[in-house]
Nanobody
Framework: VQLQASGGGLVQPGGSLRLSCQAS????????MGWYRQAPGKQRELVAT???????NYADSMKGRFTISRDSAKNTVYLQMNSLRPEDTAIYYC?????????WGQGTLVTVSS
């Protein structure tokens, strides 16, 4: 499985961004896709996941601001991020999981700053 993430960038506090992650390869085995993030000097943490029947799970600090969704026809998962805060600044990594493995995308940088 290969994961290609995109959509990061610089945004002002209160702004929005949408991240995309397209999967390719042996995608038939994927049960979950999701997003994690790693801020400078901090450990990687869960942002949100979605399974293959569209059940979503969010970290508490993202609930109500972030929305994860997927387009199965495009093998793509999205992360809509609203009301962004400076503390959301991080590298965001796409993740896919199946019973046979875990895969990571290359990461996309999100910077929230005025």
């Amino acid at each position: 499985v290969q994961l290609q993430a995109s959509g990061g960038g610089l945004v002002q506090p209160g702004g929005s961004l949408r991240l995309s992650c397209q999967a390719s390869g042996s995608i038939f085995s994927i049960n979950y896709m999701g997003w994690y993030r790693q801020a400078p000097g901090k450990q990687r943490e869960l942002v949100a996941t979605i399974d293959n029947v569209d059940r979503a799970n969010y970290a508490d600090s993202m609930k109500g601001r972030f929305t994860i969704s997927r387009d199965s026809a495009k093998n793509t998962v999205y992360l809509q991020m609203n009301s962004l805060r400076p503390e959301d600044t991080a590298i965001y990594y796409c993740n896919a999981r199946s019973v046979v493995g875990i895969w990571w995308g290359q990461g996309t940088l999100v910077t929230v700053s005025s």
